[in-house]
């Protein structure tokens, strides 16, 4: 097998560049790639020594390919050559290819048996996809196709069974996104291993092809997106094993979809997440701070005290003195290469904490930064008399138009990490490195975007506080699901300090800047009370919530991953009460198939050991869009075609997902429920729909399917009765339901104050629900309401009978309820109804 020699200015560069072509490579049929970069690893440079050595090692008989980035490499390199041995020359290769895509379709060339001229021609072809999908802009669309690719039709050489004799298999592509580098690299792999096959694919939705299977830049070619159909044809000695590898390879979306764990649940490593308790158990402590912050699956943090974290601010670089033009080159390289080290960190780091797919997107940024396009406009820019950061700027404002302007919603999203690779390097140009995410303390933001939600750590950030945003934002409830306490609306925070020491608790909505001591004794006390209480609710989380008087209600969790169904089952939730599939499959450019979906509710209920799970149909609109289901644009989103309205016009994706669902209820306990419904009508048109896909099914819809609907606007709150004759349940939706009661926009933070559940005017259209439903209907609660044990308490006053929670609140709320008696509860919920206003009702809560 060929080697590969890795020759760059930054060592960290070069490292990170091995390190994502080594993601492509089947571990198994690995050639050996060595780097020679940098003068050490911190200076940048080349060494011909070092080259000359590295093409040594490298050298296994069968000849070398040697990867450039620029400048001084070539001249190394050519130098290197005179050093070693001439037979050893002979068979090495310079090439000109793009160092970070000449090096994967390289390595997996090699890896599928290509010699050197192949593997050579294969890097050499690295941009082919790329400036096809770019146009002239790239400055490459002229590059000619690979063999055996579009524009080359000749037949491939089939050996002695010839053309006519291949097989043909049709496959299936349901990769997220397509055929892109790491499925394709997957696909060629599989090709690599059966040697005496030779394989030709084309893409039978858009005519491409055909190309040769072991050609990385063939495949990337084809353009063959989810949903599309390929066709194989193998022929040669082993032809039709290699096509059953390839279909159970497909199956799998080219390794792009997440497979159920062995032995059924469980999390990546297919065991369920152990409940961290104690003062080892992932504690953070902020600068100047003594509290412990309890973090995990199952704690559901109200307080913190810590020093404040900032984001990162606004990069200014007036301070900038540019140089000449070799001092600009230079920074541009210090700069490449501090982001290198960057992204390469937060690679380790997230593949770590959440898991390689999420890690992937830093995989995509280490890519960006060896881009050609990126890249040599830059250095062009510069040598023109542009400071580096003048020549960044402009060049990250042409590529990412040309993402915005194309038309597949995926690709266009990927112009923000353009923008993102772009303010890393523009940070390292004014000496500040990216990084904020590692220090410890209390976060302090204008709004919290789930983005930033997602990617905290808990072991490092005690907790949150937003300037603006209300409580029931998206941000906000991922922060909390995943166990960090958040205060909202805190505009006493605005312009404060970084490393100013603060305590808060999101309870009572207390905010301290500078505490004293003693104030700190009462947090850190505070703090200590509670963590000690949630050590104990994780002991009988898993037991039902039976109230004094033995009132039983059910506490389920609202789910939005198969990762929060584990977290579900660790806090002892009896089930799903929201599964939101908009959130499970709202990542991808084309709609999910009905399999997939059947495939990811089992697994959800798998984690959840069979427990009953309630699928809400789609739930989108304008202010919330679905990548695959396209709106027009609307004045007023939150009063236009949301939930179950934006179906009406073509109910294709709401039938296949009834589908789904049906498929899956023939099983395993499902309930299905549609989003916002307002008229007996949607109600019956939604039956309607749900008939229509059942009638796929040989046996129709099945018995145990329980069905219902949300109520979130008022119209439905004051007629429950005739929307629920025809159902089985009703389940509030709290979020929307304040919004639309209130009139104040859940994500305005000017009315976050305004938007609460326990304004007496929503109360009453709750009670008005419990009490007004037809008879037998049971009514359930999903929503941020529900995460909150004193809310919960006067809930099940007001007559829910089942909760839906964050994962993380479950064992509080049912905690809450153990400790009261159904009277009681009722009591204060009638209390409440009369109250004057939500402060009154929060006084009452906090008193009883």
């Given at each position: ?460 950030i005690l907790g949150v506080i937003t300037i ?14 995943r166990g960090l306490p958040v205060l909202t ?235 629920s004759t025809l159902l089985d349940f009703v ?118």
């Amino acid at each position: 097998m060929i080697g590969i020699v890795v020759v760059s200015h930054s060592r960290a560069l070069a490292e990170a560049a091995v390190a994502l072509a080594g993601e492509m490579i089947d571990p198994d049929n690995r050639p050996a790639i060595k780097v020679a970069a940098g003068l050490d690893a911190e200076t940048f440079g080349t060494d011909a020594a070092a080259v000359a050595e590295a093409i040594g090692e490298a050298d296994s008989g069968d000849g070398v390919l040697v990867l450039l980035d620029l400048g001084s490499a070539v001249l190394s390199a050519e130098m290197a050559l005179e050093f070693v041995d001439p037979d050893v020359a002979e068979r090495v290769r310079l090439s000109s290819a793009p160092l970070i895509e000449g090096l994967v379709g390289a390595a997996v060339a090699a890896g599928a048996g290509a010699d050197l001229e192949a593997a050579a021609a294969e890097a050499e072809q690295g941009l082919v996809a790329k400036s096809r999908h770019l146009g002239a802009e790239t400055g490459v669309a002229d590059a000619p196709p690979p063999p055996g690719g579009e524009g080359d039709t000749a037949p491939l050489d089939t050996g002695d069974a010839g053309a006519e004799n291949a097989l043909t298999r049709e496959l299936a592509v349901h990769a997220p996104h397509g055929l892109h580098a790491r499925p394709a690299a997957r696909f060629v792999s599989e090709v690599g291993r059966h040697r005496g096959v030779d394989v030709q694919v084309r893409n039978l939705d858009t005519g491409s092809g055909p190309v040769d299977g072991r050609s990385l830049t063939g495949i990337a070619t084809l353009d063959a997106q989810q949903g599309h159909r390929i066709e194989v044809s193998a022929s040669g000695s082993g032809a039709a094993d290699l096509l059953d590898a390839l279909e159970s390879l497909a199956q799998s979306g080219f390794g792009d979809l997440a497979a159920p764990e062995a032995g059924g649940g469980g999390t990546r490593a297919g065991a369920q997440p152990e409940p961290r308790v104690g003062p080892d158990a992932g504690t953070g402590t902020g600068t100047g701070a003594t509290a412990q912050a309890m973090t995990g699956p199952t704690f559901a943090l109200e307080a913190a005290v810590g020093r404040v974290v900032l984001p990162d601010g606004p990069i200014t670089l007036d301070d900038y003195a540019p140089g000449d033009v070799d001092t600009e080159l230079a920074a541009l390289d210090r700069a490449l290469g501090q982001a290198a080290r960057e992204l390469t960190e937060l690679v380790a780091r997230t593949t770590e904490r959440v898991g390689a797919d999420e890690a992937a997107v830093f995989q995509a940024h280490l890519a960006m930064l060896g881009d050609p396009a990126l890249d040599a406009p830059v250095r062009d820019g510069i040598r023109s008399g542009q400071s580096a950061p003048a020549a960044l700027r402009g060049r990250v404002a042409e590529l990412r138009g040309q993402f915005e302007g194309l038309t597949d919603p995926y690709q266009r999203e990927r112009g923000a990490d353009v923008t993102s690779v772009g303010e890393r390097l523009l940070r390292a140009l004014s000496g500040v490195e990216s990084g904020a995410s590692d220090r410890s303390g209390v976060l302090v933001v204008q709004e919290l975007d789930p983005a930033t939600a997602v990617l905290l750590d808990p072991t490092r950030i005690l907790g949150v506080i937003t300037i603006g945003g209300g409580s029931t934002g998206h941000g906000v409830l991922l922060a909390r699901a995943r166990g960090l306490p958040v205060l909202t609306g805190a505009s006493a925070a605005q312009g404060i300090s970084e490393g100013t020491l603060v305590a808060f608790d999101v309870r009572s909505r207390r905010l301290e800047i500078g505490p004293d001591l003693e104030t700190r004794g009462e947090f850190e006390s505070l703090l200590s009370d509670r963590s000690s209480a949630r050590r104990r609710m994780l002991q009988t989380a898993a037991e039902p919530a039976v109230t004094i008087d033995g009132h039983e209600v059910l506490v389920k969790a609202n789910l939005a991953s198969i990762e929060d169904a584990s977290l579900a089952a660790a806090s002892g939730a009896d089930g799903s009460g929201l599964v939101r599939t908009e959130a499970l499959f709202g990542d991808r450019a084309t709609a999910p198939s009905v399999a997939e979906q059947v495939s990811t509710f089992e697994r959800i209920s798998e984690e959840l050991s069979g427990a009953t799970i309630t699928i809400r149909t789609w739930d989108v609109g304008g202010d919330k869009p679905l990548p695959f289901h396209p709106q027009q644009a609307e004045a007023n989103p939150f009063l236009g075609q949301r939930g179950l309205r934006a179906f009406r016009g073509d109910a294709t994706l709401l039938i296949d997902q009834l589908e789904a669902i049906c498929r899956v209820a023939r099983e395993s306990r499902v309930r299905v429920m549609f989003p916002m419904v307002t008229t007996v009508e949607e109600v019956n048109w939604a039956l309607a729909r749900l008939d229509e896909a059942a009638g796929r099914l040989p046996d129709g819809r099945p018995d145990a399917l329980e069905v219902g609907i949300m109520i979130e606007v008022p119209a439905a709150a004051l007629r429950p009765e005739a929307l629920s004759t025809l159902l089985d349940f009703v389940s509030i939706g709290s979020n929307d339901l304040v919004q639309y009661t209130l009139a104040a926009e859940r994500g305005n933070p000017a009315l976050a104050e305004l938007s609460d559940v326990v304004d007496p005017a929503v109360l009453q259209l709750i009670r008005a629900t419990v009490t007004g439903v037809a008879e037998g209907i049971d009514v359930c609660l999903c929503g941020d309401a529900a995460s909150d044990p004193d809310v919960a308490r006067l809930l099940v006053g007001l007559g829910v009978t089942e909760l839906s929670a964050t994962a993380a609140s479950v064992p509080g709320v049912k905690d809450a309820l153990r400790r009261s008696t159904l009277p009681d509860l009722q009591d204060l919920a009638a209390r409440a109804l009369v109250a004057e206003s939500a402060g009154e009702v929060r006084d009452l809560l906090r008193r009883t």
